[in-house]
C-alpha cells in the first residue's frame, strides 16, 4: 500500500506528488556509479526537468525510464542523451516525437507504447544503433519512410494502432517481399 492517501479520483495529492517527485530525483541524482538506470516510474511527471538530463549524462546512465507518468511533451534539449541506450516513455501523453530525440544517437531500445502518437516521423529514421521500436497502442496512421531503412531494427512493434499500410520500403526490412 501507498505511503499516501489518495484523492477521490484515486491520485496522491499535489503537495504529496511533489514529494514523491523530490524523493526519486534525490534517489536518482544519488545512485551509485555502477548503477546504470534512471527509473522514474509513475511519479506523475508532466515535464522531464532538466536536472534528470544532467544526472544520466554526467553519471553515464544508459537506461532512462518515464513510463505511467503524464508527459504530454519533451520540450527538452535531448542532445545531452547522446549515450543513452534505452528510453522507455510508454503510458504518457505524448501527442508527438520530439526532433531533438534524433540527437540519442546511441539509442537501441525506444519504447513509445500507449501514448496518442499519430504517426512515427522521419527523424527516428536517423537512430542507426535502434534496434527495438515499440509503438503500440497509439493512434498512428502514417510511418515515415525513413524507419524502414534503418539496418539494425529487428523488432518493430506497432499494433492496435490505424494503419492501413507500411511504407513501401518496409519490404526489405520485413525481408518477406
Not at 86 to 113: E, G, I, M, W, Y
Not at 125 to 135: I, Q, R, V
Request: charged content about 25%; glycine content about 2%; some cysteine.
Amino acid at each position: 500500500m501507498p505511503f499516501w492517501k489518495k484523492n477521490d479520483d484515486g491520485r496522491p495529492s499535489k503537495r504529496e506528488i511533489e514529494s514523491m517527485q523530490d524523493a526519486k530525483l534525490s534517489l536518482a541524482e544519488n545512485l551509485p556509479a555502477h548503477v546504470k538506470i534512471v527509473d522514474l516510474t509513475k511519479i506523475y511527471l508532466k515535464e522531464l526537468p532538466y536536472g534528470v538530463l544532467s544526472i544520466v549524462k554526467h553519471q553515464n546512465k544508459d537506461c532512462l525510464i518515464l513510463k505511467n507518468n503524464e508527459i504530454k511533451d519533451l520540450k527538452n534539449d535531448l542532445s545531452l542523451l547522446d549515450d543513452l541506450k534505452k528510453l522507455d516513455l510508454s503510458f504518457n501523453l505524448l501527442k508527438t516525437v520530439p526532433r531533438t530525440l534524433a540527437s540519442c544517437q546511441s539509442l537501441v531500445h525506444l519504447n513509445l507504447d500507449h501514448n496518442e502518437l499519430k504517426r512515427l516521423p522521419s527523424h527516428l529514421g536517423s537512430l542507426k544503433y535502434l534496434e527495438t521500436l515499440s509503438a503500440c497502442s497509439n493512434h498512428i496512421s502514417e510511418i515515415a519512410p525513413e524507419i524502414g531503412a534503418l539496418s539494425k531494427l529487428h523488432s518493430l512493434l506497432l499494433k492496435d494502432n490505424d494503419l492501413t499500410k507500411l511504407p513501401d520500403n518496409f519490404c526489405v526490412l520485413l525481408q518477406t517481399c
